[in-house]
């Protein structure tokens, strides 16, 4: 079965730091891999997937099939970036349901 | 266009009762995903229904179903509630199967 880990539950950074979420999963085939980001008295929302290669709000994640790894990074943080952040996986071509890590909550310091 | 609807936003029962939660996608979605959070366990996948039909399941017992409603409305029924089955339960929806989901605020079910 696949599973998703985060390695840590929480990570504070200074303002204007660089910031890298770690992400590791374990599955055999090619799955899709998404960032999912929960502010604050906010709903669950998309922050990136894999196959899309964007920059959301200056985040960027590379899937690293080499490492199973999708880490999430920005390159300075900024304080409206605190906020739970989770990393996703989905098998079978998008029929599946996800298959969420533990979280990572986000606190960026002034 | 108005977001995930959940209702009701929190419940509260009681050892062997059942309940309904109910659902209203993003107008024009056809796909209805249900999650369970816990502070244990975390996001877990329960089921998808697409159609009017359960496309797939989660590693769940029978106790937790599901249905879905021509109109695309889809409620999820938890019979002979234990304490564990206390958690968030959210429901997201999407267009179409495999595409971008859109999260609801969820239902906090209490088990006492």
């Known amino acids: 079965a696949q599973r998703v880990t985060q390695p840590e539950k929480l990570l504070s950074v200074f303002k204007g730091a660089p910031v890298e979420l770690k992400c590791n999963y374990s599955y055999s085939g090619s799955p899709e891999l998404f960032w999912y980001v929960q502010y604050s008295r906010q709903r669950l929302q998309l922050l990136l997937r894999h196959i899309s290669r964007e920059s959301i709000k200056g985040f960027t994640a590379d899937l690293n099939k080499g490492e199973t790894s999708f880490h999430l990074k920005k390159p300075f943080a900024q304080e409206e970036d605190s906020a739970m952040y989770y990393c996703?996986?989905?098998?079978?071509?998008?029929?599946?349901?996800?298959?969420f890590g533990k979280g990572t909550h986000l606190i960026i310091q002034p | 266009k108005a977001g995930v609807t959940q209702t009701p936003r929190y419940l509260i029962k009681t050892r062997g009762q059942q309940v309904t939660l109910s659902c209203s996608p993003i107008s024009g979605h056809r796909s209805v995903s249900w999650y369970q959070q816990t502070p244990g366990q975390g996001l877990q996948f329960l089921f998808e229904?697409?159609?009017?039909?359960?496309?797939n399941k989660g590693n769940f017992p029978g106790r937790f179903s599901g249905r879905q409603f021509s109109n695309s409305r889809s409620e999820m029924n938890v019979s002979t509630l234990e304490l564990g089955d206390s958690a968030l339960y959210l429901c997201?929806?999407?267009?179409?199967?495999?595409?971008?989901?859109?999260f609801g605020s969820g239902t906090q079910l209490s088990v006492l």
């Open positions: 996703a996986l989905r098998t079978g071509g998008g029929a599946d349901g996800l298959t």
């Open positions: 997201a929806s999407s267009r179409d199967r495999g595409e971008k989901l859109f």
């Open positions: 229904y697409f159609s009017e039909t359960q496309r």
